[in-house]
């Protein structure tokens, strides 16, 4: 988790707990902030469970000081580098698809 600092020091660090906090402090305003059901299918086609993913949540402030809530696919880097060493993907394909999810 990126930006931890903001969240209130009594809430249980759990992806169903910050997207309640998140919620309720009106930071998440469209469906393209959150890792959806149907962005997970869409991971699982090119990774495995053993591939290590999981949901990064960013929580930052804009240059206006407005706090902002996004959450990001994460992919460890030893994944990265396993996969480009099989040949399955390149880097550089890893980071146009990753890019897609980050708007």
Not at 48 to 67: F, N, S, V
Not at 72 to 79: A, E, G, L, S, Y
Request: proline residues 6%; charged residues 30%; positive net charge.
């Amino acid at each position: 988790m990126w930006g931890s600092e903001f969240l209130p020091k009594d809430i249980c660090p759990t992806l169903e707990d910050i997207r309640e906090w998140a919620g309720k402090q009106n930071l998440i305003w469209d469906e393209a902030q959150i890792i959806t059901p149907e962005r997970v299918n869409v991971l699982r086609k090119h990774f495995l469970p053993e591939d290590g993913l999981a949901i990064l949540i960013h929580l930052y402030k804009d240059t206006e000081g407005k706090l902002n809530y996004l959450e990001q696919p994460f992919i460890p880097v030893r994944t990265l580098i396993k996969k480009t060493k099989r040949g399955r993907c390149s880097l550089l394909a890893i980071k146009v698809y990753c890019n897609r999810f980050s708007r």
